[in-house]
């Protein structure tokens, strides 16, 4: 079992559904501690939440850190993609959509047309003890281009207006199977799964 430190229901849904088959329950923690993510990459940020959380649980923890990136924008919006048309609100649905739409506008501001774009995602599970460490530490990316229309009815965040060319469709027009097959998160959850079947790794996450 993994205790997952995030309060985005949509994300523990993926990690689940990517976890569960391969024999790893993950479980999310309740009333976690805000963490400031003031990290410069999602990889520091990701490893700062898992080792708060892991401190605060008392117990082994994975964390993430994910979010679109449009180098034509300068890596916007990058590590700011969940706050970048502010804060988040108690909605989440309209907070992804201001984002999503502060997205569009940045583009048709640069006088961009279906700028490439990618999705990236790292995690990193961290255990407790005199000093919090990270043990396992994963990333993942997913390329694609930023379509002006958003499209689909799946998935959440910037999904529907991210064009994947291989598979011909946003990623909120994939199913549940098909987005986690190819996603940002999807890699990354793999990758961590063949660590965990490293017994000197797993046997450090186990809760007792």
Known sequence: MILVGSKNSHKLLEVREILDPLGI???????????EEDGDTFAANAAKKAKIFASFLRAPCLA???????PALGG??????????????????????KNLEKVLARIQEEGL???????????????????????VATEGRVHGRIVATPRGENGF?????FFHPE????LAELSADQKNA???????????????A???IRTQIEPE
């Open 25 to 35: 329950r993950a479980v999310i923690a309740v009333n976690l501690p805000d963490v």
């Open 64 to 70: 993430d850190d994910s979010g679109l990136v449009v």
């Open 76 to 97: 916007e919006p990058g590590i700011y993609s969940a706050r970048y048309a502010g804060e988040p609100g108690d909605d989440r649905e309209i907070t992804d959509q």
């Open 113 to 135: 047309h279906e700028p490439e774009a990618y999705f990236q995602c790292s995690l990193a599970i961290a255990i407790p003890g005199a000093t919090e460490r990270v043990v």
């Open 157 to 161: 965040g910037y999904d529907p207006i």
């Open 167 to 170: 598979s011909g469709c946003t």
């Open 182 to 196: 190819l996603s940002h998160r999807g890699v990354a959850l793999r990758a961590l799964a063949e660590q965990l």
């Open 198 to 200: 490293d017994p000197a």
